[in-house]
């Protein structure tokens, strides 16, 4: 019950541009599935609306009714004057634009939609959410609405090689980039990744939301194993414990490998713990212990410990939340 719409124009007589229908494309590919191909959003694409009437029918749309989820995704130009911000449409002209992102506030805002994600790829995009009649100064989004968008209303969004610089990041992001490590990924994990990736004088990302539940875009292969993941309270039953290490964890100290072992030697059921923890560590779950390096921490016979993102996961998964 997730559904989305998105719309890509590249055809505008006078100004035309070249990557949108290619972004327009790329996300719907993308968010159609999950990363183990199980359905996600029911997706339509449209990339060749042509009037402002056709694209605000269709923004109606797909707000009605009581789906779980609705994505608006747009990418092509935008406007901003003195009444507010546009997203401009084929049939352009002077005070008549295309859609004004109050207008599309409004209609989102009345949804009885659980979730409603906006995300825009445009010039200007970041007025949208703070209407004109408040002086653009006020954010007023309705709860369950997130809002993504690839500038500051001052701001322009550009275009490199045939794509938005935006929504390129934005579709690293949706293919893992954001990813937590159970595989989710979020409007606010997706709105940090690029926000790193753009620097400071380049076109700076809005987000803006307003929700009081998680709410997933799409889920991925995660780093670690649910099955292994929750395998961290049996390693660990407090959060303050050390897990005791020795040799006989590490693998290559076997003497079936020919160099220089010591005993305790490797033993399968340590072996198969240790490449867990490591697998902790590569994540950022746990740190060895007096020890650069896990594989020291246990030839030396040290321990290793959660970190505070470690403490974090162990809490979710004792809460049954993983």
Known sequence: MKKALVVGINNYLSAPLNGCINDASALGSIIETHGDGSPNFDVRLETNITTKSELKEKIVDLFEGDADA?????????????????????????????????????????SKIKDKIIILDCCHSGTMGTPNITGGNMTHIAEGVSILTASKKDEYAMEINGH??????LLDALQGGSADLRGHITPGSIYAYIDQALGAWEQRPVFKTNITRFTSLRVVNPQVPLEVLRKIIEYFPEPSCQFSLNPSFEDTNSIDIEHNVIEPYAKSENVAKFKHLQK???????????????????????????????????????????
């Open 70 to 110: 609705a994505l608006f995704y747009f990418s092509g130009h935008g406007f901003l004057n003195d009444i507010g911000g546009y997203i401009v449409t084929p049939d352009f002209k002077k005070y008549d634009e295309g859609v004004s992102m109050d207008e599309i506030l409004n209609i989102v805002n009345k």
């Open 164 to 169: 938005g610089v935006f929504t390129n990041l």
């Open 280 to 322: 902790f560590q590569s994540v950022g779950l746990v740190v060895p212990v007096d020890a650069d390096y896990m594989y020291f921490a246990a030839m030396n016979s040290k321990s290793c410990k959660l970190t505070a993102l470690g403490y974090h996961y162990w809490r979710l998964v004792k809460d049954k939340r993983i």
